[in-house]
């Protein structure tokens, strides 16, 4: 099993609606979890970090970890055409690295 | 607060010539920084990691002698690509690690690379 997973989509959905972006992780990432957000030809820009089990809400986005499950998600509500990106989900592993997915390609259809 | 630049944006150079590229922290201490490669519609791909005072520790099959990695000071780091080729052309992106928050990663915007 890959280290951190994602579906790359890409992932259509209306504006207004909410976009659901999940990811699975391996026994070798650990406690940290993070999702950015990369525009086309642009670096990655940190959204959300997450430590704990539960959901960790900011604005539009909520993030939700799942330890026993391996699972992280982030939730987007009333979807922007803005937010049309690739999404980034990441984990640390022992060394303390993030290892990155390879990113889930979000459509927000107007 | 978090921000993280790079310089230059972009540049092209001449087949065997070397490029650096630098990478700040502006209102934070990194104790660690990164560096990675993208190409055109493919992931990240992490080539080395960078710490003051120290050698910084390459990826597998990431050449050292041809990535030359100095982590100056606490704010600072630079790539420098020896001997550019036209393959080594790509999106160069440094992230930095904010030494009070936990393993948070800030991105640079990146330099573009073109060899000709």
């Known amino acids: 099993q890959k280290e951190v997973e994602q579906n790359s989509g890409p992932l259509s959905v209306p504006e207004g609606a909410i976009a659901s972006l999940n990811c699975t992780y391996s026994?070798?990432?650990?406690?940290?979890f993070f999702w950015y957000r990369q525009y086309s030809g642009k670096s990655p820009e940190l959204i959300m970090s997450?430590?704990?089990?539960g959901d960790k809400e900011d604005g539009r986005f909520t993030a939700q970890l799942n330890k026993a499950s391996q699972y992280v998600s982030l939730l987007i509500r009333d979807s922007q055409p803005s937010d049309s990106a690739t999404y980034l989900c990441?984990?640390?592993?022992?060394?303390?690295?993030?290892?990155f997915g390879k990113g889930t390609r979000l459509h927000i259809l107007p | 607060g978090a921000v993280v630049s790079q310089h230059p944006s972009w540049v092209i150079c001449k087949s065997g010539t070397s490029v650096k590229i630098e990478c700040r922290s502006l209102?934070?201490?990194?104790?660690?920084m990164f560096w990675y490669r993208q190409f055109p519609k493919q992931s990240l791909m992490l080539m080395a990691t960078?710490?003051?005072?120290?050698?910084?520790?390459?990826e597998q099959g990431v050449e050292k002698d041809k990535f030359l990695i100095n982590h100056a000071s606490l704010t600072l780091s630079t790539l420098t690509v020896t001997s550019a080729h036209p393959e080594d052309s790509s999106f160069y992106i440094c992230?930095?690690?904010?030494?009070?928050?936990?393993?948070?990663?800030?991105f640079g915007p990146g330099t573009r690379l073109t060899v000709t």
């Open positions: 992230s930095a690690r904010d030494a009070g928050l936990s393993y948070e990663q800030y």
């Open positions: 026994d070798r990432v650990s406690q940290s």
């Open positions: 997450i430590y704990s089990n």
């Open positions: 990441a984990g640390t592993n022992r060394d303390d690295k993030i290892i």
């Open positions: 209102d934070f201490q990194a104790t660690t």
């Open positions: 960078s710490n003051e005072g120290s050698k910084a520790t390459y």
